[in-house]
């Protein structure tokens, strides 16, 4: 029965699969016994690989040990952990911080405990499956408005919120699978206006939008104030890990009932001090993040020189539109091919239709890689428009 489910998605260009990476070197990855040139990587300062980042996960390790061994109200909070949420709250300005064990879980910790039967939520269409997931599992009312568009969302509340006890806007600041930003300042002002919670899921944007790397807010100059800002420490914090950074009252709240945060054992030493490290260097080095934008500039001139197809050019996630799960498939084994790991992006990670080869783009990809990944595509995408 799974069997025949499972040829199924083969068949329709579905199914799943990873490579398996024998060895990381800069923006390369061994792959198979050869090195390729990655443009599948969410470290988009490269701090995974910096050595403060690499040398503060050991002496964690050597002086706490390789895991917590407990959750964080029974014995495993250590001052690493408090460290690093103090560290996140100033960077994120807010009152205070609370880590979770993955940004999924800092997702559904959040929305679930904010929102209950009888209150509503409103979520961006191209919200992120954490997010989804976290609206369903809340019990309140979800209601899903179209991609970016504020006005619908003013009148999805306007219609609804009188009815309801709370209410919560769920929105990721930069778009993960189309490099897209949502429309914060109108967002926050509809939050405002009615009363209602705003959450902006900033695991992309973190250290890499705005003018010191805080994220969209600040790419907006707009004050967090009462919104809740979540994030992932296992994008440009290179590390693993999620955290709510919000007001002191609202990180007390989720402290006592986020049921992700409460019954899981505490975000290991190693994880913690590699992240506290990369919130160091973003803050020390805005050096990273000029080079990252660098990249991308130049990453996207090249795909529009070649005439693709580009879903956004606004961050160093460029996402090439191009439809067919079978298709997209075919262009990335090519790419592969050509010593090119740009994964294909299929539906239901993507909605129908709309299946695209997704790039991303890192402070440490040289000039060379990226003319090297530029011929790949060039001779790639001519040879299917041809075929
Ligand atoms: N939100 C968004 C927008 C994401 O892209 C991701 C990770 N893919 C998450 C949340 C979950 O973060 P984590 O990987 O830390 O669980």
Redesign the pocket.
């Known amino acids: 029965m799974l069997e025949k489910e499972l040829d199924g998605l083969s068949t329709r260009g579905l199914r799943r699969f990873w490579r398996s990476v024998e060895a990381v070197e800069g923006s390369r990855l061994k792959i198979g016994g050869r090195w390729m040139i990655s443009l599948a990587s969410?470290s988009y300062l490269g701090l995974h690989l910096h050595p403060r980042v690499k040398e503060a996960a050991r002496e964690a390790i050597d002086r706490f040990g390789a895991g917590a061994a407990s959750a964080r109200l029974i014995g495993g909070t250590f001052s690493l952990h408090e460290e690093l949420e103090a560290a996140l709250a100033q960077f994120k300005q807010t009152e205070a911080a609370l880590l979770f064990p993955?940004?999924?879980?800092?997702?559904l910790g959040a929305v679930t405990s904010l929102v209950g039967p009888g209150d509503l939520v409103a979520g961006d269409a191209l919200n992120?499956a954490?997010?989804i997931d976290a609206c369903r599992l809340s019990k309140a009312a979800f209601r899903v408005y179209p991609h970016r568009d504020a006005d619908r969302l003013d009148a999805c509340l306007k219609l609804r919120r009188k009815r309801c006890r709370n209410a919560l806007i769920a929105t990721?600041g930069l778009?993960?699978m189309d490099g897209d930003i949502a429309p914060l300042a109108g967002i926050a002002e509809i939050a405002r206006r009615h009363e209602a919670w705003l959450l902006v899921?900033d695991?992309?944007a973190t250290g890499v939008l705005g003018k010191s790397g805080r994220g969209s807010l600040e790419h907006f100059g707009i004050p967090p104030g009462r919104i809740l800002q979540?994030g992932?420490?296992?994008?440009a914090l290179g590390s693993?890990?999620?955290f709510v950074a919000g007001p002191r009252a609202v990180i007390e709240w989720l402290k006592n009932k986020a049921r992700s945060f409460v019954y899981t054992t505490a975000l290991p030493p190693a994880s913690a001090a590699a992240a506290l490290a990369a919130l160091r260097v973003i803050q020390g080095e805005p050096s990273c993040r000029a080079r990252l934008k660098e990249n991308a500039r130049n990453w996207i001139s090249g795909l529009k020189n070649l005439g693709l197809d580009l879903i956004s050019e606004e961050s160093p996630i460029v996402p090439i539109r191009v439809g067919d799960p079978q298709r997209v498939l075919k262009l990335a084994s090519d790419l592969f091919e050509a010593g090119v790991f740009a994964p294909g992006i299929r539906p239901p990670t993507v909605p129908k239709g709309t299946a695209r080869i997704r790039t991303s783009l890192t402070a440490l990809h040289s000039g060379e890689d990226l003319d090297q990944a530029l011929a790949a595509f060039r001779a790639v995408f001519a040879h299917a428009h041809r075929s």
């Open positions: 969410n993955t940004g999924y879980m800092a997702n992120h954490s997010l990721e778009f993960s899921d695991a992309h979540m992932t420490l296992s994008k693993l890990g999620g």
